[in-house]
């Protein structure tokens, strides 16, 4: 794991935690990922206070955000991460067992990127994590405030490392 | 004050300005063990009946002030007593005129004095069973209501906690078929066929899970989605079904015979789930048709009603299962002859119910079938 990744999860069950980490290995993103089991725990982080205190500044290019946590809803922590102006331009994907409609409404009115239902299938699964990964973490240009992307060039298809 | 004691006394009003005549009227009428009120006058009676329910009125006409037919006049004026049964008591010298004045003014009967006590007896004890009668159904459709009210609130819960479990079953069955499939890359080359064959049942029954458990969830989502509906013209519906399907049948030869639909008020996008569901069925059943012919068209002799109809020339079904095919994971055929989980036909009798209507089915086996759906006329715009 390195100092300065580029994705946080935020998830609070091992399984799923486990099935996203092998869904990001295909872009060989799992090293760039920070879990935080609850969402006191991602604003820790995002916040450099509590245990990441002595973390290197900057932020991740993405925030894969589970919805239902314990302690503090996904909701919450986007409404804490838009309201905060040093966080509030980091890509956000809702990545979520919930269907439901309200929390999509809910989740597009405070301002996430994306809306992702987590597919039951596994096939489907592995990619759309692996593609939503690669995208936000390789594809596109973080907004500004971001890790710096030290090792993309060197993980690019062409030259594996 | 209501009409009827709980002992099952009712209360009989008798308005007579003489107190003998009440007299004469109260012993005749004892022996009915009703309750039995006095007036004594038109403004008294309108008093009391302003308190009170009663199941007769019996009424003298001659009155000093306000006589019985200005009486009865606005006895009937109020709402709750206009339906009270009133009869009238007069003198014999009373005209026809007089009495044409009398059921003018609402009575049900008019008797001339003095009048047999036992005719007396048998004319209000008449009364006295409708006014009995009517509160027991009163009181019978309170209860009914009442039940209506729990079933609704029942229904409503059982449908959200299948939502809710449904919902909740897709965490764990994404579990398993995230490990399954990562068990089955693992073992990659390791597998022997006896293993493969238990990997590949394995995960044939957790999608199968997964089938199951989405077709609750849209099931479960047409019984609380709101219903919009509009002016709809069935035809444009049916002919964009059949396109969407057209590539799914493939190279099979089907021929599609199309009647002039009718247009009705319903909500298009769940009218277009039924269809699909109706219309997706018979290409399914005719899979093992050379050549499949479905046709659909509009049902015209219904009288009160307005639909359509799905015919297929396919495997059909068994009709004494007919009450079957309709329930909620229902299958009258094999997983190996067609493919499905049952949960179509419950979803077109639900959307059905929800415009008021209804679906039946007509079938044999290996000749076909035919299902109809109809709709009440009031949605027709």
Redesign the interface.
């Known amino acids: 794991m390195n100092d300065l990744p580029r994705i946080l999860l935020v998830e609070d069950?091992p399984?799923?935690v486990a099935?996203t980490l092998?869904a990001l290995e295909r872009f060989n993103l799992a090293n760039e990922v920070t879990v935080a089991r609850d969402g006191v725990e991602a604003l820790d982080f995002l916040f450099c206070r509590g245990n990441y205190s002595r973390r290197p500044p900057g932020n991740p290019a993405v925030v894969l955000l589970d919805l239902k946590l314990p302690k503090m809803d996904g909701l919450e922590v986007l409404r804490i991460l838009r309201g905060t102006e040093a966080l509030r331009m980091i890509p956000v994907v809702i990545l979520t067992?919930?269907?439901?409609d309200r929390d999509r409404i809910e989740g597009y009115r405070l301002g996430t990127n994306a809306y992702v239902v987590?597919?039951?299938?596994?096939?489907t699964?592995?990619e759309s994590v692996a593609c939503l990964g690669g995208f936000w973490a390789i594809v596109n240009a973080p907004p500004p405030g971001s890790f710096p992307n030290f090792g993309a060039l060197a993980r690019r298809p062409s030259n594996p490392q | 004050m209501d009409e009827k004691r709980p002992d099952g006394q009712v209360n009989i009003l008798l308005v007579d300005d003489q107190p003998e005549g009440l007299l004469v009227l109260e012993s005749a009428l004892a022996p009915l063990g009703q309750r039995l009120s006095r007036a004594h006058s038109g403004a008294d009676a309108l008093r009391q009946v302003l308190a009170a329910d009663f199941a007769a009125i019996l009424l003298d006409v001659q009155m000093p002030g306000m006589d019985g037919y200005e009486t009865a006049e606005a006895i009937r004026s109020r709402e709750r007593s206009r339906n009270t049964p009133i009869l009238f008591l007069t003198a014999h010298h009373t005209s026809e005129v007089q009495i044409f004045h009398g059921y003018a003014s609402g009575a049900v009967d008019f008797l001339i004095k003095p009048c047999s006590a036992e005719i007396l007896r048998s004319k209000v004890k008449v009364f006295v069973e409708l006014a009995r009668q009517s509160e027991a159904l009163k009181e019978l459709n309170q209860e009914l209501e009442l039940l209506n009210a729990r079933l609704g609130a029942t229904n409503r819960e059982l449908e959200a906690f299948s939502y809710s479990v449904s919902?909740d079953l897709?965490?764990p069955?994404?579990?398993v078929?995230?490990?399954?499939?990562?068990l089955e890359e693992h073992l990659e080359g390791l597998m022997d066929e006896e293993g493969r064959s238990y990997m590949s049942r394995a995960?044939g029954a957790s999608?199968r899970m997964?089938q199951l458990?989405d077709d609750i969830?849209g099931f479960s989502r047409l019984a609380r989605q709101d219903l919009m509906k509009t002016r709809l013209d069935l035809n444009p519906l049916a002919r964009a079904v059949i396109e969407e399907m057209e590539p799914e049948a493939g190279d099979r030869k089907i021929e599609w015979r199309i009647g002039d639909l009718p247009t009705i008020q319903g909500d298009p996008s769940l009218l277009r789930a039924a269809f699909a569901n109706l219309l997706g069925n018979a290409v399914k059943f005719t899979g093992h048709k050379p050549e499949a012919v479905i046709e659909m068209g509009p049902l015209d002799d219904l009288g009160a009603e307005v639909g359509v109809f799905v015919r297929d020339n396919g495997a059909g079904f068994d009709p004494a299962y007919a009450h079957k095919l309709f329930g909620v994971f229902q299958r009258l055929h094999l997983d190996d002859e067609f493919e499905g989980t049952g949960i179509g036909l419950a979803n077109v009798q639900r959307i059905a119910q929800r415009h008021g209507g209804r679906v039946w089915a007509e079938g044999n086996p290996g000749e076909g079938a035919t299902f109809y759906l109809a709709f009440p006329k009031e949605t027709q715009p």
């Open positions: 069950d399984k799923d099935l092998k067992s919930s269907g439901e987590k597919p039951v299938h596994f096939a699964f592995m | 919902h897709r965490a069955l994404r579990h078929n995230g490990f399954l499939g990562l995960q999608q997964g458990i969830l």
